[in-house]
């Protein structure tokens, strides 16, 4: 819409947390450099992928002695690669499951995972609109986002594309008056979000000042009222603060 008027793999062969501690309970108190249990020293680290795991490793890995401490930054690295890995692999399949008699494959990044898809009903219009939102979604794949343009058949009033699970609109700023950015937020509302793109130099003063009327203005909202986002001269998505 145009605003004019308008992540080789980790287990330690070492105890968890609560292993530790239970051991502790039999042993002599030692010095802190001494905390983690011996059998560290000697760890094995074969494929040990859980969150809680590598939080655990992070904090109490300088307690080690230096050699062990290059051996568990290392087991953290490689579980980050892993971690990687699989999350393209899940977008990937998430990408080839799209029916291609309904979505249009644009392109999917094999080093990030991100990718565009296009439903064949959506509506790129042939006006300023339409660029701006191929530019917005650019942008996104940019940012390692998996970008669906949603289904617009028969004009239906519905957001412009999906992302993050969250739907969003994209409005253009072409011109810079208090009730064209008033009318984009409200018209914004089938979203969870809408982002302003600039066609000239951002503005965003105005912008944050006419949200945070519209944010007060409860009556007109009925609480409906979208979350806020810009993109910046850098390109990246930034969020309107609320206030």
Do not use: C
Request: glycine share 4%; hydrophobic share 35%; net charge positive.
């Amino acid at each position: 819409m145009n605003i004019t008027h308008q992540s080789d793999t980790v287990v330690a062969a070492q105890q968890y947390p609560s292993q530790q501690g239970k051991q502790a309970k039999n042993q002599k108190k030692t010095s802190s450099a001494k905390a983690l249990n011996p059998p560290l020293d000697n760890a094995q680290f074969v494929g040990n992928k859980q969150q809680s795991f590598i939080k655990w490793l992070q904090v109490n890995h300088t307690q080690a002695e230096p050699a062990t401490q290059l051996l568990i930054a290392k087991a953290i690295e490689d579980i980050g690669k892993f971690l990687t890995k699989n999350t393209i692999a899940i977008a990937k399949e998430k990408y080839d499951k799209y029916n291609p008699k309904e979505w249009n494959k644009i392109k999917f990044n094999d080093q990030t995972g991100a990718y565009i898809i296009e439903h064949q009903y959506h509506k790129f219009n042939k006006q300023i609109g339409g660029q701006t939102e191929r530019k917005v979604g650019e942008i996104l794949y940019n940012l390692n986002k998996q970008v669906e343009f949603l289904d617009e058949y028969d004009n239906k009033k519905s957001p412009d594309l999906k992302f993050d699970n969250q739907t969003w609109d994209i409005k253009t700023v072409v011109s810079y008056t208090n009730r064209s950015i008033a009318d984009a937020i409200y018209d914004a509302r089938k979203a969870d979000n809408v982002i302003f793109y600039f066609t000239k130099n951002i503005n965003i003063d105005l912008i944050e000042a006419v949200y945070q009327r519209q944010l007060a203005n409860t009556k007109k909202y009925k609480g409906k009222i979208p979350n806020a986002y810009y993109i910046n001269a850098e390109n990246k998505l930034v969020p309107i603060k609320k206030e």
